[in-house]
């Protein structure tokens, strides 16, 4: 099973450590994508820095990121399990899992991101920021860009088993399965139910979603869960305690959506 997930928008500081190597990351077929993004974003934030405050959507408040972006090239770089940071990855606690769930960890899950295409948790990279919403000047919006060149090393590895997306929507945006990959591929809907004068009421609240979809990948991690349909991955889930229910049968070609319903964190 290959699991998606969604970058942290604040990312922990690389202290230490040799600097970013591109050609010892994953998917090494994005290797160029990755130097025409950094080499853009480097230009960018070196040249003008009120310019790409503006281009990167940075509040005066997060103006040093500027400067640290100018500096992506020589900047210390760590694994991206321990760069990514936020409710996610706390739910998820990849330094906690034990060893046959890290083992796992590291061969099935990937991280998409606006200047890397998509990196594995053991990968290397510097502290940065740069969201999937951004257009750069001269590639323009990141999520197109990104499509052409992650449709050609994604469905590879794929392969033939199941796809979680757990990405949220500009990343999702970078990569769309189609074909057999779409047919494998599950999303999860996270909705939080509320009793209101004796009545359910359940909605998409986004602290609920990212925190309940970390544990979920933490779980199945765990529990060495490897389901190779969407209804062996909703037995896995209630296997786990989790209540899911099947949305709406989907049609031919497109992925499925399972929602997981939450009362409370």
């Known amino acids: 099973m290959l699991v998606l997930l969604p970058p942290s928008e604040g990312k922990a ?10 050609g010892s990351l994953s998917l090494p077929g ?38 640290k972006n100018a500096r ?13 940071t936020g409710v996610l990855y706390d739910a998820l606690g990849q330094a906690t899992l034990g060893p046959a769930a890290r083992r796992r960890a590291e061969s099935s899950l990937l991280i998409f991101s606006g200047l890397w295409g998509a990196v594995g948790l053991d990968d290397r990279i510097p502290s940065y920021r740069c969201s999937g919403n951004v257009r750069l000047p001269g590639l323009g919006p990141l999520g197109a860009y990104w499509r052409g060149p992650l449709s050609a090393v994604l469905p590879e590895a794929a392969g033939d088993g199941l796809v979680l997306d757990l990405r949220s929507t500009a990343y999702a945006q970078m990569w769309k399965p189609a074909g057999g990959p779409a047919e494998r591929t599950v999303s999860v809907r996270v909705l939080q139910s509320k009793i209101v004068d004796g009545v359910e009421k359940r909605s998409v609240v986004s602290h609920f ?14 529990d060495g869960a490897d389901p190779g349909t969407p209804e062996e991955l909703a037995e896995a889930l209630r296997g786990l305690g989790y209540e899911v229910e099947r949305s709406a049968e989907p049609r031919k070609g497109r992925p499925r959506t399972l929602d997981v319903v939450v009362s409370e964190l």
């Not at 500081?13 to 591109?22: A, C, I, K």
């Not at 990212?210 to 991690?221: E, F, M, P, S, Y």
């Open 13 to 22: 500081e690389g202290r230490d450590g040799d600097p970013l190597r591109l």
């Open 209 to 222: 979603n990212k925190a309940t979809k970390g544990r979920i990948v933490r779980a199945l991690l765990e």
């Open 72 to 84: 992506l090239y020589g900047a210390p770089a760590r694994p991206a399990a321990e760069i990514y």
């Open 30 to 67: 994005l290797e160029d994508a990755r130097r025409r993004v950094l080499d853009e974003l480097v230009t960018l934030c070196g040249a003008d820095e009120e310019k790409a405050r503006e281009v990167l959507g940075l509040s005066e408040g997060l103006r040093g990121e500027v400067a």
